[in-house]
């Protein structure tokens, strides 16, 4: 089978690997789409993701859906999880021991060790999805539910990112909220705020590419920061998506005094300037987001209600262009959407011989709205 594997900075290539068998308690999925994620790009442009850096060859991607293809000795689930179902993947397993203190009952997301798809953060480290199959436990899978594509089914990580963020911020119903960062993260969480019930969302960014994509997600309002436009005043929820230091400042300057700031852009692990001195005088509440729990279930649920994801899709390109495909995620002039690889067909599914039919994928890199945008978010 055909993998994308990055094997240092710069150096990513399409390798061929053995197809895996299942184990107990595991199934064989032969996987359809991929959405590439900002992590994806840090590994390949950097060798590392954060503090986790490369020390042998992995095959990435987290955001990922496709079709069971075998089931492994002791699995369960009737219909759901039987060969053909469309799936999912919640991409994180807890490692040892997985008792939390009292003040974080349920949170397994700050669990101290958790195994991540597409993860260099263990040694051996923990390959991701973009493979024409990959086995993975039982426990892991999320069913489609009926009407969701596995191209959509695989935004569903993402999506679960925005959704859990918003869990984040005190009642939004009926409130105005700012989202400063328009990229595939930031355009999600104007989605889920919409569905959650927010008045009102205003939507930021340096570019106009992502503005159109997040007004497309439900923005009712945007400001172009290149065009010297500012951002709203007295705003008592705030999103900040774009983990740039240099825009705290204004971003706390934006929120209202006692009000909340949730942080979801990943800020970086090294100094950075940053004006913080409104966090204290105004006395904002800031927040971290980090990933999710379980709210990759509500985020299939909102789709299978209607949240269309199809507008933060900009690009598609076959699992064969994986190293065109990073490096169009991670060019801002490419655009400011969701860059998705088509892994395989269900075709597969009458045996994972390694054969990968017709992509029926059209032009590469044409995008769902048929403007060309692309940047991984994540």
């Known amino acids: 089978m055909k993998a994308v594997v990055v094997h240092g900075p710069g150096d990513v290539r399409v390798d061929e690997r053995p197809v895996p068998a299942p184990g107990p308690g595991e199934v064989l999925l032969a996987l359809e789409w991929g959405g590439i994620c900002g992590s994806?790009?840090?590994?390949?442009?950097?060798?590392?993701?954060g503090t986790a850096t490369l020390v042998h060859p992995l095959v990435l991607g987290h955001e990922v859906a496709g079709r069971i293809a075998a089931v492994g000795p002791g699995v369960t689930g009737g219909a759901r999880i039987a060969e053909g179902a469309p799936v999912t993947v919640h991409p994180a397993q807890p490692v040892g021991d997985t008792t939390l203190p009292e003040r974080l009952a349920g949170r397994t997301n700050l669990l101290p060790r958790v195994?991540?798809?597409?993860?260099?953060?263990?040694?051996?480290?923990t390959d991701g999805g973009f493979s024409e199959y990959r086995t993975v436990p039982a426990a892991q899978l999320r069913p489609?539910?009926?009407?969701?594509?596995?191209?959509?089914?695989?935004?569903?990580?993402?999506?679960?990112v925005a959704v859990h963020a918003v869990r984040r911020a005190?009642?939004?119903?009926?409130?105005?909220?700012?989202?400063?960062?328009?990229?595939?993260i930031g355009s999600l969480l104007v989605a889920a705020l919409r569905h959650a019930g927010a008045a009102h969302v205003t939507a930021a960014d340096v570019a106009q590419g992502a503005l159109e994509v997040?007004?497309?997600?439900?923005?009712?309002?945007?400001?172009?920061?290149?065009?010297?436009?500012?951002?709203?005043?007295?705003?008592e929820v705030v999103f900040e998506a774009s983990g740039a230091p240099g825009a705290l400042g204004e971003v706390l300057r934006a929120t209202a005094r006692g009000g909340h700031l949730i942080q979801v852009g990943n800020l970086p692990g090294t100094p950075a300037p940053a004006v913080l001195g409104d966090l204290v005088t105004r006395e904002i509440t800031w927040s971290g987001s980090y990933r999710f729990v379980e709210e990759i279930d509500d985020a299939l649920a909102a789709m299978r209600d209607g949240l269309d994801v199809t507008p933060v899709i900009s690009h598609r390109f076959d699992?064969?262009?994986?190293?065109?495909?990073l490096a169009v995620a991670a060019d801002p002039a490419a655009g400011c959407g969701k860059v998705m690889l088509r892994l395989g067909g269900p075709d597969r599914l009458q045996g994972p011989d390694g054969h990968q039919g017709p992509d029926g994928l059209?032009?590469?890199?044409?995008?769902?709205?048929?403007?060309?945008?692309g940047r991984g978010g994540g």
Do not use: C
Request: hydrophobic share 40%; charged share 25%; glycine share 12%.
């Open 214 to 235: 997040a007004r497309a997600m439900g923005a009712d309002d945007t400001r172009d920061l290149s065009k010297g436009q500012e951002l709203p005043e007295d705003v």
């Open 40 to 49: 994806d790009i840090a590994y390949w442009k950097h060798g590392a993701s």
């Open 362 to 373: 059209g032009a590469p890199g044409r995008a769902a709205s048929g403007q060309p945008r």
């Open 170 to 184: 005190p009642a939004l119903r009926d409130r105005a909220v700012l989202v400063n960062g328009a990229g595939p």
């Open 319 to 325: 699992l064969a262009e994986g190293a065109r495909a």
């Open 115 to 125: 195994r991540y798809f597409g993860s260099a953060a263990f040694d051996p480290h």
């Open 144 to 160: 489609l539910p009926e009407g969701v594509s596995t191209e959509h089914g695989a935004l569903a990580e993402p999506l679960a």
